[in-house]
């Protein structure tokens, strides 16, 4: 499937890269743009079902059917559902046809439907019917995205807000998948903080961005400091110990901030990924802290 954003109006485009008014954008094809878009589905379908899946929850206690969306079937249907308004407005917003998206969309149903009757025949307990759901999910999904790779995007005009919002994807998942933290927030461990400069360290490694003057050893730096202050808090112990894991979290956001100016290490969704976490998960335990008199 194609992915390359085709109307002059959506994004500015230099002048003298614009194609003619009567030819179609080139076609899009390629191994890597074809994963890229498996995996912008995959981050669309979790967002879908981060985002709808307390909205069935919140249905299902008012209105009174708690009890059938609890059953596997019903919540099966209800997670490809889910998925599904994912992935298709991600889908549209990236130019593909609505043929696409309906394929797409059945590559998400399709999978459940086909084992429903083992399942209501006793073949399969609720645990096999997701599970293999799942499993039969990433192949229809491979299928799909390889029969329209070469499609010509579609035409579609999008509002300059819906762009803006777009591009800081990474921003609005962590928003997503960190909700329950501002209701339920968590006291991390001290070594956690050993995951924050190792992650750039290994994306550095993978991405062989580590060779600059002077960047192996800024990263290196950081790994001593965070570890420092990880071997700190684990002396102190207690509320003094949430205090310091919270203000290396902050203290990594703005790495990340760093880094995402610089993009030299990792790419600038990452760090833009990482540093909204770490912003949440250190003012979650602040607050939290604080709310408790600590």
Known sequence: MGTTLTHVDALPVPSNKLPPADQPAAPAGGAR?????????????????LLLG??????????????????????ALVMATNMTAGMTVWMRYRAHHWRGVAEMAAAMYVPFLLLLVPFWTGLLDGDALMLGGHLLMVPAMVLVAVRHRHEVPARIRRHPAVVAIARRWPTGLVLLVTVDLWVDPIALS??????????????????????GPGVLVTQLVGLAGWAALT?????????????LVALGWLAHAGWDLVHHRTARVVPRGYAEWCGVLDTVVAATMILALLTTGG
């Not at 743009?33 to 079902?49: F, N």
Request: no cysteine.
């Open 231 to 243: 071997l700190v808090a684990v002396a102190v112990g207690g509320r003094a110990a949430t205090w």
């Open 190 to 211: 001290p070594w956690t903080m050993l995951v924050l400069p190792g992650g750039y360290l290994l994306i550095g490694v993978a991405r062989r961005t580590l060779r």
């Open 33 to 49: 743009r074809l994963l890229r878009h498996l995996g912008e589905m995959v981050l669309a379908m979790v967002a879908g079902m």
């Open 54 to 75: 307390p909205v069935w929850d919140v249905a299902g206690t008012a209105l009174g059917p708690a009890a059938p969306l609890g059953r596997p079937e019903v919540a």
